[in-house]
């Protein structure tokens, strides 16, 4: 995964880490990042019923991303 493209604004696809204890490891989350560190980011969820939730997702954790705030403008 290019990390480099991970920046503020862009939404990230991710899987659960096992100490999260997913009753599907296989489960693909999405979310909006909101802060990018060194080897994690802060992200807001956007999936339905957990739009609300905050969460640290480290890079390993990340399998793709999804476009950014600039991506969502162009589509409207």
């Not at 659960?16 to 980011?41: F, I, M």
């Not at 705030?69 to 409207?76: A, F, G, M, N, P």
């Amino acid at each position: 995964m290019d990390t480099a493209r991970v920046q503020a604004g862009v939404v990230i696809a991710y899987r659960l880490r096992p100490s999260d204890r997913p009753t599907n490891p296989q489960r693909l989350w999405h979310g909006r990042v909101k802060d990018v560190y060194t080897e994690a980011c802060w992200v807001w969820s956007v999936e339905p019923e957990y739009e609300n939730l905050e969460e640290i997702v480290f890079f390993h954790q990340i399998v793709g991303i999804e476009g950014g705030i600039e991506d969502e403008l162009s589509t409207r």
